[in-house]
Nanobody, 120 residues
Framework: QVHLVESGGGLVQAGGSLRLSCAAS????????WGWYRQAPGKQRELVAAITSGDSTRYADSVKGRFAISRDNAKNTVHLQMNSLKPEDTAVYYC??????????????WGQGTQVTVSS
């Protein structure tokens, strides 16, 4: 069993910054890819940023140049640095990981979500 726990959400004024973190624990052998998704009220969940085991990254057009995803393989952790936040960034942010367990089987896991609210 693998658990993902997010932290770092909160309330910030427009133009401010937040740093989200997500840590994986449990039967983790390796993590092939991480992703951050978000879901605003009344909208579909969307990919915000992703990073592979080879450190290739991709971002939603709406966050390019403002957000940065990074990973710490030794700690099985991923971060999302969010700068120049806008009210439209308000959403619940979810961590996603493609995990190879210590039984050498691959699964996809989700965190419980963390609220990010940007006030104007």
């Amino acid at each position: 069993q693998v658990h993902l726990v997010e932290s770092g959400g909160g309330l910030v004024q427009a133009g401010g910054s937040l740093r989200l973190s997500c840590a994986a624990s449990g039967s983790v052998f390796s993590i092939n890819a991480w992703g951050w998704y978000r879901q605003a009220p009344g909208k579909q969940r969307e990919l915000v940023a992703a990073i592979t085991s080879g450190d290739s990254t991709r971002y939603a057009d709406s966050v390019k140049g403002r957000f940065a995803i990074s990973r710490d393989n030794a700690k099985n952790t991923v971060h999302l640095q969010m700068n120049s936040l806008k009210p439209e960034d308000t959403a619940v942010y979810y961590c996603n990981a493609v995990v190879v367990t210590d039984a050498f089987r691959g699964y996809e896991y989700w965190g419980q979500g963390t609220q990010v609210t940007v006030s104007s």
